[in-house]
């Protein structure tokens, strides 16, 4: 979020599972962030995994979404929550731009490989990845560009 907007807008922490709420950006007069908790990493108890859930689905529903940026760690295989979520996506029929993180972790090989790997394992359409790494800010530019035409409309 930090290095989409080009400022530190978002808490960082170095152990997965911190966001516990919803919380909302404004990120100009024309659109909003809504930041949700991590569904794979999340340090909790059942009880709070399926309260997480329910809250996904709740902003899932909202009237005015446009689209879901949805952030996947380039170096892993999809996991059973990353395959539920995509699931969740699908039958809302949400418009999703899937972000692969992490993508200095990589060389330009692996992460070529990887990134081709993940696309045809999701299904999805090559202009609707992204390689991404917020330590090198590499995709990122390409990132807001596709974010800003889906909140225009101008994707399909």
């Known amino acids: 979020m930090n ?8 808490k960082t922490s170095g152990t997965p599972g911190k966001t516990r709420a919803l919380n909302v950006f404004r990120i100009d007069t024309s659109y909003y962030f809504l930041d949700l908790p991590g569904y794979g990493y999340a340090r909790a108890g059942k009880a709070q995994r399926a309260a997480f859930r329910g809250l996904l689905k709740h902003a ?3 009237e005015w979404l446009r689209g879901v940026v949805w952030l996947l760690d380039i170096r892993h295989p999809p996991s059973a929550d990353d395959w539920a979520m995509q699931e969740t996506l ?3 029929e949400t418009h999703v731009l899937a972000a692969l993180t992490k ?11 990887r990134a081709q ?5 999701l299904e999805l359409p090559e202009d609707q990845v ?5 330590e090198t800010r590499a995709g ?6 596709a974010i800003e035409g889906l909140v225009r409309g101008t994707r399909e």
């Open 3 to 10: 290095a989409l907007v080009g400022r530190r807008i978002a």
């Open 60 to 62: 899932l529903r909202r």
């Open 90 to 92: 699908a039958e809302g």
């Open 103 to 113: 993508a200095d972790k990589l060389s330009t090989s692996q992460r070529n490989t």
């Open 117 to 121: 790997e993940l696309r045809q394992e």
């Open 130 to 134: 992204v390689v991404t790494s917020a």
């Open 140 to 145: 990122i530019a390409e990132l807001r560009e």
